[in-house]
């Protein structure tokens, strides 16, 4: 009788185990469930054609209130960190708001089940980003059967369902305390978050195998057994590390690979999921991409073999690859697009246009050239292998909503940019409502709603998206034509002009980026004279715009004008005329270093000229024609831009509407004018009481520290050279710092001005109001006038913004401000400056909190909600006695050229050589061993020495410069672990064929430690490259699966050797094998 009670109580506490219990065997293949729905499985749709919605599914819509709290403290709608409520039900609900927007499918955020709540960091994993379960719905989000059910209503709409799905990484489930590792103990200072919600560990197995401490877990390998990146420039933490702690994977592992593969692949196959968007791709080694998307398995085939199993034979998979570019540069272009793989062995079909995103904020919301656009699109064009099916967007999820930084006109100038160029439009859910809060939620109870709904289908947003959309979609020749930049600013904003061709037809697509009226001259568009062009889209009333003579366009284009044309087979006269403005002087390729003269004549009836540079109307200058016809004007450099810039010049007679050659020349405007130093106490970024503590991250140093502040003035431009404590870069930021974000006011003269400096709970010091600010942060550079400014919002967002210039060496961070940053004033003496820091929370897009307490990411010592979010400030600084000085440049070039920065660098890497002058000259004397731009930066080419010269004006300084060889597989060391036999001590192999290693051993020994697994006695690595320091790590090491991978201080080949007998090691790194036998 006993016998049975206890079986029953077995069984029973066996079927009373909760959803998330462990699997402990192997994959276990699910054939999808019989036909209950009737459109799970479609056919793929030509992607050229869609326009994705993403939706971060828990801020949406909560369509069912039963799932939103778990009961483990996880659900908070008042708290940015915690669960809202947003779920699938929601989504279904709201199918027709989407489908009306436009968007003909929608991306959704991770659905799987999720570590709920990490006590180590205190948030939640409300996102979807933080895997249990890559094989159930997470419990907040609905059931398999509400997945299906969207999956069902969006193909019955025509619509289609894009997932985002995680290889890298699990849940954050274990790390090393206090950050101290060991790479060959991995086992030392190793914890459990044993607290975590719902679980303390994964429950999916492989996955569940987290403890480096059970030795079957330890076999297992299932991750990377390491910290978390603490250099995310560093290539051998990229792929090891953990991103923001969370449990890196060790995706070279086949049976984690299977379990991927099996993982994802069971989405398409039960669900019907049309393309995944896929997360953190840059964190995995190439290698795995291909086999997870076509890897020959039956188990667990690729994803591409699943996908067309189901009918999807354009199954679409693109990768997030968090890179960008410099200003007409592509080495960001170019990480990005290797994880597109080769056409022999390729990688994913697609990637997000990460550079392109980049370069258009810039340009849009910071006044940047608007050349910067044109190059990347170029780029775009000629780098990426199916740029119509490349996925692009203006902002999402981890970056700051695009109406945070800039203007409502400039983000509705970026939607239609992104709409008219080739590739897939993402609109970020809130984007059509104008949502400013990142992860703000559209439903009323959810965190940032303001207790409203946001479904408004009248908006203007709403309204202007859906018309975009509704043109694309509708005109093959914006998803499939060419695309041709027609004209551009390289100075500033302003014209930015392009011409799609498709079929005989040609569509124009004219921007005016600028806060001010442009005039657009001379736009050749290929076009026959007086053909009429349709207005598709347009931004601002606008004319008719027909071609003129020759087939060009002359047009003012109004502030922040923005205008779709498509050309048409009707036609109008041109009316002709004999009138005509011709320049005399020598301008076109010319540069200028000192005023600029310039005369010419009039042929016809004009009395009134304007000199237009860069087709800014507002600044053009007046000029009155003589009674004989000529004319003349002198436009001072100092007015121009500082430094080299490139700026084009036409001459226009309004009233008659003609207008001369449209001409290019080049300025040099020294910034070697006098300038007012200001010194900043050292080690004061402890707040206004010095009270406050720094985030103890050990990140955080002393980037906040401003030591000193230099500040030029030349005309109305404004340079601010800032020498910081410490400048690092290790989140490898866009604009070249972090840990520090600057508050920049801005006080001119003889104006009102603001007192309140909005969201740092501050006022501006006595005597000080300020009219504009700049907002800049590793990732964000915005600009702001005072205008509408609050305690908690900012002003009225304007461009320029100020162009920034780092060096790291140096410790200094440069801005520079052009006249157009303070409405083209032309004299800013007596302007003040007054500059705080703090930091910025990138992932948030908000500045870092400040409690009582502090932590890992938060200041301590004050009240964030009251207190000043100020670590160090300036004193008010009045620069009210410097101005353009002749004598101070004439002093300046008297001064010895220098030239400083490193002499040697390795084949493919580029080092940074900065001078104490502008406008030198550079040249390599060899470049096919390495070459230099026109900024300084040098690039290695191949193995050996060059000179760089760098010139000015009859000063010469010379640069020997050393490439040496990169480091290459061509050479393996084997390397020991036993006291005889030690980790910094190495044995050559010596090569007996082409690409095979071997070495005469003789067994040391045995080793005697806890880490050596049982029945093993030694322990040995196969190393590569020779570059190996003397603690024994090193580039790369053949692990024991036989393959090559970067060095963690791991991948021990284990085996039992007898003491004192000879064996023979050999590889072969070719094949990547290795063989060890015993001599006989």
Partial sequence: MKKKILIFILLFWVVSLPVYSFSNGPIVKQKASEEKYSHLQVSSPDWRDQVIYFILTDRFNDGNPDNNNQGVGEYNPNHKDFYSGGDLQGIIDKINYIKNLGATAIWITPPVANQWWDPWVQVTGYHGYWGRHFKKVDEHYGTLDTYKKLSNILHKNGMYLIQDIVPNHTGNFFTYKDDKYNPYKPGENFILNKKSEPVSKPVQYPFNMNNYNNQKDRKANIYHWTPKIKDYKNKKQEKNYQISDLDDLNTSNPAVRDALRDSYGYWIEEVGVDGFRVDTVKFIEHEFWNDFFYADDAEAPGIMKVAKKNKKDDFLAFGEVFEASDPLSKEGDKKVTRYLGTKDKPELPAVLNFPLHVTLRRVFAQGRPT?????????????????????????????????????????????????????????????????????????????????????????NLYQYIKKLAETRTSNRILTRGTIDVLQDNHSGSGVFAYKREYKKKTALVLFNTADHPVLMSNLGTGLKEGTRLKTLVQMNESDEVVVGENGEITTELAPRAGLVLLSTEKKRDIATTDSKIDVQTTINNETFTDDIKLQGKVKGDIEQLRVVVDGNLAQATDVVVGADGNWNVNLPIKEFGLGKNQHSLAVYAADKGIVSERFTFTTKVSSQSSSLIVKDPAGDIHGPKGEYTLPQDKSFGSQMDIRQVKATLVGGNLKLNLKMAEITDTWNPDNGFDHVVFNIFIDLPNESGAKVLPRLNATAPEGFKWDYQAFVDGWNNAYYSAERATKDKYGKSIIPAPKVKVNKSKKTIEFKFKSDSFAGLGNLVGVKVYITTWDFDGSQGILRPLTSKGGPWSFGGGNGDTDPLIADDTKMITIDSVDYNKQAIDKAEQEKLEVNGDIALEVGDSIELTVNKEGVIWKSSNEEIAKVTTNGKVKGIKPGKTTITVSLKGETVIKTIKVKEKAEINQAYLLGTATSWKFNKFTAMKQVADGVYEAKIKAPAPVKKDWVPEGKNQAFKIGTNGAWPSDGGGPAFIGKDGKLKEDTGMGNIYLNLEEGTEYIVRVNLKEMTYSIEQVK
Avoid: C, W
């Fill in 371 to 459: 050349h910067h656009l044109s190059y990347r699109l170029n780029v775009t064009m000629n780098e990426y292998r199916n740029p119509y099916i490349t996925p692009l967007f203006i902002d999402n999820h981890d970056v700051a909503r695009f109406l945070e930084k800039g203007s409502r006109k400039a983000m509705k100038q970026s939607l239609m940019f992104m709409f008219t160029i080739p590739g897939i439009p993402i609109v970020y859910y809130g984007t059509e409502q104008g949502f400013t809060e990142q992860r703000g939620s559209m439903f009323a109870e959810g965190f940032g709603s303001g207790g409203k709904n946001h479904f408004n289908q009248q908006a």
